[in-house]
Nanobody, 123 residues
Framework: QVQLAESGGGLVQAGGSLRLSCTAS????????MGWFRQAPGKEREFVAA????????AYGDSQKGRFTISRDNGKNTVYLQMNSLLPDDTAVYYC????????????????WGQGTQVTVSS
């Protein structure tokens, strides 16, 4: 059974940092590209970051470039999202997702999703 479990969300002041983690089980993690998406109330799901199966290729949404870093540890079946210089506009539920092999920025390309973790940035 494929499972993705996010953790690390919480409440932080603007300018602060958080590190999200997503631990996978039920599939061969090292065969999958991983992505982070977010959804704020009343808004569509938005691409945040993605990383290919080996960690050698990364992609970021325009508003995340220079502030967020995605990484993975295939030995721990975990993908991370380091978020720095957080803004109130970063407030959302953050989801991790898995896609076989090839990196993508499109949510429809990812077949497995976690339940999400809430990130709230206060001004």
């Amino acid at each position: 059974q494929v499972q993705l479990a996010e953790s690390g969300g919480g409440l932080v002041q603007a300018g602060g940092s958080l590190r999200l983690s997503c631990t996978a089980s039920g599939f061969i993690f090292s065969n999958y590209a991983m992505g982070w998406f977010r959804q704020a109330p009343g808004k569509e799901r938005e691409f945040v970051a993605a990383i290919n199966w080996s960690g050698t290729n990364r992609a970021y949404g325009d508003s995340q470039k220079g502030r967020f870093t995605i990484s993975r540890d295939n030995g721990k079946n975990t993908v991370y999202l380091q978020m720095n210089s957080l803004l109130p506009d970063d407030t959302a539920v953050y989801y991790c997702a898995a896609r076989y092999r090839i990196i993508s920025t499109q949510s429809t390309d990812f077949g497995a999703w976690g339940q999400g973790t809430q990130v709230t940035v206060s001004s």
